[in-house]
């Protein structure tokens, strides 16, 4: 969950190698970087997590939207999505305009059985996930071409405490804020093309991500 800290110095390093509540009390511990939080709205799952830097205001909206903003964060990554979350083809839409500071719009999501962290990254602004990794394939989805990657994470915090884990990226070339994926397509290549194995599904959100920055956007995901 700490995906931007930790990549970074997985990159650097040249690594290849919660509890549901209301979401008012969930924010009025949040802003001040307490705890994680997760639960249901509107029929859809959400997740909410920072580490103890900068504020965030993130509200469940109608259906499967949410809106957020962020101030001077160190790490926060949350958004709607479904548990479990089995492949499935996603649509979404919204508003994201962050690509001037260190930020995310990602698919993502957790698997038990093995473990892994996964991201199908839509958007993302001054920071390539990419960057410093090896390609494994590329997948066509929607009409753009993402490029398949594999990092690894050691004794680093996950959904089940801290542990040992893979993450798994698909990076979409050029940068879109709407439109769908077929995440079955996702995970189906990563195994053909990188022997990316995925375990037991966890949940799966429409995330925005920040790291070490300010931004907002509005999200909705539609079942």
């Known amino acids: 969950m700490v995906s931007f800290t930790l990549l970074c110095a997985a990159i650097a390093a040249s690594v290849t190698s919660v509890v549901a509540s209301p979401l008012e009390m969930l924010k009025q ?124 994470r050691t004794n680093q915090p996950s959904i089940q405490g801290t542990a040992s884990f893979d993450q798994y990226w698909s990076v979409r070339r050029v940068k879109r804020v709407g439109g769908t994926i077929d995440t079955n397509k996702h995970f189906s290549e990563w195994k053909k093309q990188g022997n990316l194995n995925l375990g037991a599904w966890d949940y799966m959100i429409m995330a925005s991500e920040g790291y070490q920055s300010s931004g907002s956007s509005e999200i909705e995901v539609f079942n």
Do not use: C, M
């Not at 979350?85 to 979404?92: F, I």
């Not at 892994?116 to 066509?140: C, F, K, M």
């Open 29 to 152: 511990h949040e802003a001040r970087g307490i705890q994680p939080g997760t639960g249901t709205h509107n029929g859809f799952f959400y997740s909410y997590w920072k580490d103890n830097a900068g504020s965030v205001d993130y509200n469940n909206g109608a259906r499967g939207s949410y809106n957020v903003r962020w101030t001077n964060v160190n790490n926060w990554v949350g958004g709607k999505g479904w548990k479990p979350g089995p492949p499935r083809v996603v649509k979404y839409n919204g508003t994201w305009n962050n690509y001037n500071v260190n930020s995310y719009l990602a698919l993502y999501g957790w698997t038990t059985s093995p473990l892994v962290e996964y991201y199908i990254v839509e958007a993302y602004g001054t920071y390539n996930p990419s960057s410093g990794t090896q390609r494994l394939g590329t997948i066509d989805d929607d009409g753009g071409t993402y490029d398949i990657y594999k990092t690894r």
